[in-house]
């Protein structure tokens, strides 16, 4: 029994540590800016990485206390698939046409708050982008006037780098985002009004996808020409 309870208690301790490792010190140098697009969508859902660690943590679990541990590697295999899946954005908006009124409302609701959550994002992106700018440039004109080494300035270019794979990911999660509101108009359902309200934040995502592309451009252009 005490076996099983350690068990249990370890799945539980991967199930928080899993929870808590977007907390990163390293938030402590970043900009305002950077913080926004660190941390955006880290309070939504649980990534897919996450998702098949808290999967697999608990299946182990339920799993030893059914079968001990040959019941713990399966649990913990079919508790990772699940996670992994459960660990998605959710295109379950495509089910949008088969919901109920409510349901479908709270998925409106849901449009606009992404859009807004982008549109945020991409303000940040911008002024990540403008600085990364400027700052690149002044370290080529340093490097060019051997007032740094290459390596001093390879170092420097580093936090770009994470900077433009940071907006990527953005845009990854925006385009996700921009697909379900696809999924909730192409549903061709509720009053006039709620379809507006769709397509305006449609539009709305569209503005905030071309604004974190052109920045992710921006900074590439610069670093690819180091």
Do not use: W
Not at 112 to 132: G, H, I, L, P
């Amino acid at each position: 029994m005490k076996t099983r309870s350690l068990v249990v208690t370890f799945s539980s301790l991967l199930l928080l540590s899993a929870c808590a490792s977007n907390n990163s010190s390293e938030d402590q140098n970043l900009s305002p800016a950077e913080k926004v697009l660190s941390h955006h969508g880290s309070n939504t859902v649980l990534t897919t990485a996450e998702g098949a660690v808290v999967g697999g943590a608990l299946g182990c679990g339920i799993g030893f206390l059914a079968g001990g541990t040959d019941g713990c590697i399966k649990g913990a295999i079919g508790g990772g698939v699940a996670g992994t899946v459960a660990g998605l954005y959710v295109a379950s908006r495509a089910q949008a046409a088969k919901e109920t009124e409510d349901q479908y409302a709270s998925q409106i609701v849901q449009a606009d708050k992404d859009a807004e959550t982008a549109q945020r994002v991409a303000d940040a992106s911008k002024t990540v982008a403008d600085e990364a700018v400027q700052k690149i440039n002044a370290l080529k004109v340093q490097l060019r006037n051997q007032q740094i080494t290459v390596e001093q300035y390879s170092q420097q270019i580093a936090k770009y780098q994470k900077d433009r794979d940071i907006l990527n990911e953005n845009i990854a999660e925006t385009q996700k985002k921009l697909e379900s509101t696809n999924y909730l108009i192409a549903a061709n359902r509720g009053s006039a009004t709620q379809r507006q309200d769709l397509h305006n934040a449609r539009q709305r995502l569209q503005l905030a996808l071309k604004q974190q592309q052109q920045d992710a451009q921006s900074i590439q252009g610069l670093i690819a020409t180091s």
